[in-house]
Every structure is written in structure tokens, then in C-alpha cells.
């Protein structure tokens, strides 16, 4: 029976390595399995003996030439190397950096070790006075490597010694070897360790571009923003926050933006306050199975934020922002912010006003309108357009179509317009609801079609995954309109492609919009998140269980808008003193008939309540 070093120890062991020089790893291993003489020098090859050493250890992800180093590393350089490192960085190394430790002639394949080098190396080792694992090293090395079911973890340890002919000095000096716990502890596994279970969290190398159309599966932060810790493990289809204003609902959306695009749609998130943990950003973007989180850290000094390449970038993303501006990220289109795995991020943001005038990056609503529907044989982006117009457009509203465009007074361009039953009325003068369905299908409609011919450009295909952001989704919207939006916006992806599929994360203060969320809610695909202040005055973030509740005012009465009730303040505030009453053991005649005063000024007379204040009233002997 065959069995193989555990991914959890491998992944221990690049912990435990990572306090220690690369040189231990590479030069050293290399010079002692080739016996090179101590003070003298033999004949080695070195840079290309390192280049072979590190393409047969190091070379981790299947797809890149560049080699993963589980050795120390400084932040800002990362723990991937390119393919020149062991004739540039390494050499450097060899020859400068541990220059006392090694016989070297120069422009000449002579290598040896000085008379002491053993001191030299000890100097490099950390300050605490660690020494390197033998168990660590063993573990990286033959970490690929099957071993049978009779190989214990002292085996392995002799295997590692003897492929690279440690000598005992060399151990005594440099190396520690396992404990009595180490040696019990099991570190074997069936299956071989996957290299994406090792350095997913790691990043990708240089040479290897993220993987597309991905979308964001898990968002954690601390020590920003109004929660002071947040952790939010995200549906693939539909996500919907709720709560009150100020708790950070908006700053939710932020950060799950600059997660999906690595940049902030308005201004960077930093800590509005010293924090002794730095500020920390944990997120998963990925198209597949669930990947290890990366982490970005807040660099006060600098004031950035760290972050490593992510292995997989976001699909189409569309941020509608709740003053009406939005911003717009593409992969595959450079022209309004897309990137690849070497340059900065870029978006490209709109404002209320350009979304419909346009700018530099856009032609706006009222040009691009005009023209798909004047040259709808060109553009096939004004069906799709109208049919998203329709699916978002209530039942009930009656006749609702797009009509000509014509001039209006003070304009120097056509104006779409929009056939009501009452009449036609150019978009310019549409109600603020109407206006933001409009604007919030054009730029969807907009993105797809920039997306659609960015790609054929580029020669690549089409992405199958968007990712809509919106906040106060049902904004200017009359209740008729928040009933169908929900169900409207889920059908949105077969009007723009087939095959395509759309993330949705909605911050909402709509009971009707939740109410409405039942005749479509799939709790495999969709998620509902509660902010709220608990009792100590710190913000909580859950993951609240979709019920069916049956009407909006049972939906003000659950946990999602904090236990409401659906009629006024001073009604809300009769019935619980009436309630207290009743509770008492020998409440007061006229106690009873101030409270029902108040009830009567307060609350509807055909509110169920009042049966039974009036059995509470005569059983006191009070007349109403």
C-alpha cells in the first residue's frame, strides 16, 4: 500500500520553513550533495545545479516556470521567484551574502566551502537561536514523492540525509531533529498533497494569468468599518442585506467590490482609528470549488493595501450606488478598466449624470438609446435593451413601451421616450423610479455589449459570469414596482445570454422586497444577511434562515428589519402599554381607561387587538 505526505503537514512545514534563509534550501542542499571540498574548491556547476535543484523542488503550480520559495521571504516580494533566479537573485546570494562561507573563483566553475563555514552559517540562522527542522525539510522535499505503508517518519528523515549527504556536523551546527511528539504525530495521507491545496493562498506567479469569470464566495474584515469583525460565506445567485441606516450595509458593498475588481469604487476603506491588529481584508473569488481566502493587510506606514495576485478574477462586475452613480469592471476590456495578471486595477466609474449624458468612456443612455433603436438592424443590443425594460416594468402599470425619439425644447439631440397609457413622455422627465430602472437596465445592457465586442477584439470567449451590486435596490421605487424587481432581475441573464449566469448582493430597506423574494427564493442558491446592534452596543452580522412569513407586515415583525411594527410609533407604543397592563395583577380602573384612550387614537379600530383588550376592559368591569 502506497501512502504520502499530508497537505496540512506540507502546509506546516512551509510555515515552520519560512523563518529560515532560502539559501539553506537551495546553494547548501546543492553543494553538500555534490561534496564539494571545505577549504579548497572542486569543480561544480552551480547556477546550473540550482536551476536543476529548484525546477525539480520548487516548480509548483503546473502552468508556470516560476519556482515557490517556502523560505523566508519579505512581504513585498512574495514567496513566487522567476525563472532567471538562480543566475541572478541566487547567485547574488552565493557571492555576496554568504560570500564568507564559500571558496569561489571568480568566472570559474570552482565552488568549495571556507575552513569555517559552519560558523558563518550559524550567524545566518534567526537571532532566537532556532535551528532548521530536519522533519520540515524532509517534508518539502519528498512531498511529491510515494512512500510505502512501512515507512515511518525516522525513515524519512534518513531518506532526506542521505539524498543530499548531510554530514553530523552539518546537522549538529544547522539542524535539530524532530521530538518524541513529532515522531508520534501522524503525517501521512492516502492521496498525494494537490499543489493548489499548498499555495493557493499564496497567489499566482508571474506567468500565469487568474483564472476568469469567477465570483465572490466568502468576505471576512476586521477592524474597519462600523462591525468590528465581519465574516460572510456568500450564495452563488442571490445575496440580500438588511438593516438600519449607518451599520454598514454600504460599506459591506465596498469592500466586496474592491474583493471582486482590487480597487475602491469612490475612496480607499482605511481605519478611521489606531488599532493594535492591523486591519485585515480575507476574501474568495473564485469559478470553481471553494479556495483558500486571500488575505490583504493595511499598511498604515504606507497607506495601501497589501495584497497578493488572486488566483481567479471576477466576471462582469456592475456596481449601482445609491446616489445614482455606478461603476463598471471588465476582464476583457482594457478601455474601461480591464486587466491582466501583471498591471494596476483599474474601473471605470460613472456618475449620475454621465450614466446618462456620457463622457469619455461612454456614450450615455440618450445617445446610446437612440442610436440601437434608430439602427436596430446594427445593433441587436436595443432587443435586448427592451426586453430587460419589460421584464422590469410591474404588470399592473398598464401600456409601457418604448416609443420614437423626438426633440425637446433646450435640447440639440433626439430624446428617447416611453408610451404610457396617458400618453408619451420623453425619458428626460420620467419619475426618479422610472429613471433609475432605466438607468440601472442601460448600464447592464451596456456592459454586456462593450463586453461582447472587447472580447471578440481580443479573440477570446465571452464571460459567463456577471456580478451585480446594488445598493438600496428598490430606491424611488413605488411599491408596485419593488414587488417585481427581485423576480425581474433574476430572469436578467437569459434576456443578455443563455448561458450566463449573474451573482447578485442587494442591500435592502424594503420589507416588500423580502416578501416578494418568496415565490423565488431557492435556499441552495440565495442567502439573507442581518446587520444589527446587540446589547453591548457592538454591530453583528448573521446569516439569517429565508422563512415564509406571507405579508410585508409579518416580514417589519422578523429579525431582517429588526422586529417592526407595521403600524405608526405612537401606535406601537399604545399596544405595548396596553400589553404591560394587561400583564398586571390588579391594574387600575382608571388606568385602563387612559390606556384605552390612547389605543383609540392610536390604533385602526379593526386591528385584532382590540378583541382582546375589550374581554381585558370588562373583566375589569370598564366600559368602552
Wanted: with cysteine; proline share 6%; aromatic share 10%.
Amino acid at each position: 500500500m502506497t501512502k504520502y505526505l499530508s497537505a496540512g503537514r506540507v502546509r506546516e512545514c512551509i510555515n515552520h520553513l519560512s523563518a529560515f534563509h532560502i539559501f539553506f534550501g537551495t546553494t547548501f542542499l546543492v553543494m553538500t550533495k555534490s561534496r564539494v571540498p571545505v577549504g579548497t574548491v572542486g569543480r561544480l556547476s552551480l547556477d546550473a545545479e540550482n536551476r536543476l535543484h529548484l525546477q525539480k523542488y520548487f516548480r509548483v503550480h503546473p502552468k508556470s516556470d516560476c519556482f515557490f520559495t517556502p523560505f523566508q521571504v519579505k512581504k513585498s516580494e512574495g514567496r513566487w521567484r522567476a525563472p532567471k533566479y538562480a543566475s541572478t537573485s541566487l547567485q547574488a546570494i552565493n557571492t555576496q551574502g554568504f560570500s564568507e562561507a564559500i571558496l569561489h573563483k571568480k568566472n570559474e566553475n570552482l565552488w568549495g566551502w571556507a575552513p569555517k563555514y559552519h560558523e558563518v552559517l550559524v550567524e545566518k540562522l534567526p537571532r532566537d537561536g532556532r535551528k532548521i527542522s530536519l522533519l520540515d525539510m524532509a517534508i518539502w522535499f519528498a512531498r511529491e514523492e510515494p512512500f510505502s505503508d512501512s515507512v515511518t517518519t525516522t525513515d524519512l528523515i534518513d531518506w532526506f540525509v542521505k539524498l543530499f549527504n548531510l554530514r553530523n556536523v552539518d546537522i549538529d551546527k544547522l539542524f535539530t531533529w524532530p521530538s518524541k511528539h513529532d515522531l508520534q504525530t501522524s503525517i501521512w495521507d492516502t492521496t498525494p498533497p494537490r499543489w493548489d491545496d499548498l499555495v493557493e493562498e499564496f497567489g499566482l506567479p508571474g506567468d500565469v494569468a487568474p483564472q476568469g469569470g469567477a465570483i465572490l464566495q466568502s468576505l471576512e474584515f476586521s477592524n474597519i468599518g462600523p462591525p468590528k469583525k465581519l465574516s460572510a460565506s456568500l450564495a452563488p445567485r442571490l445575496n440580500v442585506l438588511t438593516g438600519d441606516n449607518g451599520l454598514g450595509k454600504t460599506f459591506f458593498l465596498d469592500v466586496a467590490w474592491w474583493a471582486l475588481t482590487r480597487t475602491w469604487a469612490e475612496h480607499m476603506l482605511v481605519p478611521l482609528e489606531p488599532v493594535a491588529t492591523p486591519p485585515q481584508i480575507r476574501f474568495s473569488v473564485s469559478n470553481g470549488a471553494n479556495q483558500k481566502p486571500v488575505e490583504a493587510e493595511f499598511d498604515a506606514n504606507k497607506g495601501v493595501w497589501k495584497v497578493a495576485a488572486p488566483s481567479a478574477i471576477s466576471g462582469l462586475v456592475v456596481y449601482g450606488r445609491v446616489d445614482g452613480s455606478f461603476a463598471v469592471w471588465d476582464p476583457a476590456n482594457p478601455a474601461i478598466g480591464g486587466r491582466d495578471s501583471r498591471s494596476a486595477p483599474s474601473v471605470a466609474s460613472f456618475t449620475r449624470e454621465s450614466v446618462w449624458t456620457g463622457d469619455d468612456k461612454v456614450e450615455g443612455l440618450l445617445r446610446d438609446w437612440v442610436r440601437w433603436q434608430t439602427r436596430a438592424d446594427e445593433f441587436p443590443a436595443f432587443e435586448t435593451f427592451k426586453k430587460v425594460v419589460q421584464r422590469l416594468k410591474p404588470p399592473e402599470l398598464g401600456e409601457f413601451e418604448i416609443g420614437r425619439p423626438q426633440r425637446v425644447q433646450g435640447w440639440s439631440m433626439e430624446i428617447p421616450s416611453l408610451v404610457h397609457s396617458y400618453g408619451t413622455v420623453p425619458v428626460i422627465y420620467e419619475s426618479a423610479g422610472i429613471r433609475r430602472i432605466l438607468t440601472l437596465t442601460y448600464l447592464i445592457v451596456w456592459a454586456w455589449e462593450e463586453h461582447k465586442i472587447q472580447a471578440r477584439a481580443a479573440g477570446r470567449r465571452e464571460e459567463r459570469q456577471m456580478i451585480i451590486l446594488l445598493d438600496e435596490a428598490e430606491a424611488h421605487l413605488h411599491p408596485r414596482w419593488q414587488r417585481v424587481l427581485l423576480q425581474a432581475l433574476l430572469g436578467i441573464s437569459k434576456d443578455l445570454h443563455e448561458e450566463l449566469s449573474i451573482q447578485f448582493i442587494l442591500a435592502s430597506h424594503s420589507p416588500l422586497l423580502l416578501a416578494s423574494a418568496e415565490s423565488v427564493w431557492n435556499v441552495e442558491e440565495d442567502k439573507l444577511f442581518h446587520l444589527q446592534i446587540d446589547k453591548d452596543g457592538e454591530i453583528r452580522f448573521d446569516s439569517i434562515e429565508f422563512e415564509i412569513l406571507g405579508s410585508v407586515d409579518s416580514w417589519l415583525r422578523s429579525p431582517s428589519f429588526d422586529n417592526l411594527h407595521p403600524g405608526s410609533e405612537s401606535a406601537e407604543q399604545s399596544l405595548a402599554e396596553a400589553k404591560a397592563l394587561i400583564a398586571e395583577k390588579n391594574p387600575s380602573r382608571q388606568r385602563i381607561r387612559e390606556v384605552s384612550r390612547s389605543l383609540a387614537n392610536n390604533v385602526a379600530a379593526d386591528d385584532p387587538f382590540w378583541m382582546r383588550w375589550m374581554i381585558f376592559a370588562t373583566q375589569n368591569e370598564v366600559d368602552l
